[in-house]
């Protein structure tokens, strides 16, 4: 298993600012994954972030509004940028196990109140 | 994308066994299921997965019928703990590791 930390757990921002979000594996991984889940909602993933190449964004995410970093294999960053009340929900940080398909380890979470 | 369908929610009483099934008609060949529970405030944790007949651990079986176009998780004597919220996934666990989450079943357990 992977222990996965977010850093900050919580915030509540202005609009119009920007926010970065850190996530900490303790662990090397290939494959790290952040999400997004409104209030009441399922998650939605927002892009993958492979070490040494650029993010993949799904659809409805682009990488203005949310540009990801991916320095080494244990940390990765989303940025949530010019913000606004309709940003308000958790974001996720979820890395992949090697040990069995469609198996992930989530970290606990951000988060973010856009006033 | 196989396209999942579940029960949005589903009450049951502690020590009950509890089933919650899950519909996905169009599975693809490679694709395994998946289910992971959220508790409020936290990140999903994986729970079991299956490609085909019954996979059982510590917490809980999955049943997979030969066809394959449904699954049935099952929590053997729930206890107040387990209310919280379980999702079905399907994928091929293929080097792109994406899931996709559903709506999920909200599953409140009740004394």
């Known amino acids: 298993s992977a222990v996965i930390s977010q850093k900050p757990s919580r915030d509540i921002c202005q609009r119009g600012t920007s926010l970065t979000i850190q996530c900490q594996v303790d662990?090397?991984?290939?494959?790290m994954f952040w999400y997004r889940q409104q209030p009441g909602q399922s998650l939605t993933l927002i892009a993958t972030?492979?070490?040494?190449?650029?993010?993949?964004?799904e659809s409805g995410f682009v990488i203005d509004k949310f540009p990801i970093s991916r320095p080494n294999l244990t940390f990765s960053t989303l940025t949530v940028s010019n913000m606004s009340p309709e940003d308000s929900s958790i974001y996720l940080c979820s890395v992949g196990a090697y040990s069995s398909y469609n198996e992930q380890f989530f970290g606990p979470g951000t988060r973010l109140t856009v006033l | 994308l196989a396209k999942i369908t579940q029960p949005i929610s589903m009450d049951s009483y502690e020590g009950q066994e509890v089933n919650i099934t899950c519909s996905h008609n169009n599975i693809a060949t490679n694709d395994y299921i998946t289910w992971y529970q959220q508790f409020p405030s936290q990140g999903p944790r994986f729970i079991i997965q299956?490609?085909?007949t019954k996979v059982t651990n510590e917490v809980a079986s999955l049943f997979i019928p030969a066809d394959r176009k449904s699954s049935t998780l099952s929590l053997p004597r729930v206890s107040l703990s387990d209310t919280a919220v379980y999702y079905c996934l399907v994928g091929d666990g293929s080097n792109t590791g994406k899931l996709i989450f559903g709506q999920g079943t909200t599953l409140q357990v009740k004394p």
């Open positions: 662990s090397q991984v290939t494959m």
């Open positions: 972030a492979n070490q040494g190449s650029e993010a993949t964004y």
């Open positions: 299956g490609y085909k």
